[in-house]
C-alpha cells in the first residue's frame, strides 16, 4: 500500500517536473521525486542503490543545478 501512494507521489511530482514554469520550482520537484525514488528503492530493499541516488541525484545533480541557475542568473 505505501509502495503504491509513493508511485502515485512519484508520477505527480515527474509531471509537475515537466510543466512548472519556473526554472528553480521545476529543481524542487525533480529533487523531491529523486528522493520518492531513494524512499521506493530503500523499501523495495535495494539500499546500495538507494544510497548512491541519494548522493547522486539528489545531492550534487541539485547542487549542480542550483549553481548553473545562479551563473546564469535566474536564481540569486
Not at 48 to 65: E, K, N, P, Q, R
Amino acid at each position: 500500500m505505501v509502495e503504491e501512494i509513493l508511485l502515485i507521489l512519484l508520477v505527480i511530482f515527474s509531471i509537475f517536473v515537466v510543466v512548472s514554469k519556473k526554472l528553480l520550482r521545476s529543481l524542487i520537484f525533480l529533487a523531491s521525486s529523486t528522493l520518492i525514488l531513494v524512499v521506493i528503492l530503500f523499501l523495495l530493499q535495494a539500499p546500495d542503490v538507494a544510497i548512491t541516488m541519494a548522493v547522486v541525484s539528489t545531492g550534487a545533480t541539485t547542487i549542480l543545478f542550483l549553481a548553473v541557475l545562479k551563473k546564469v542568473g535566474l536564481f540569486k
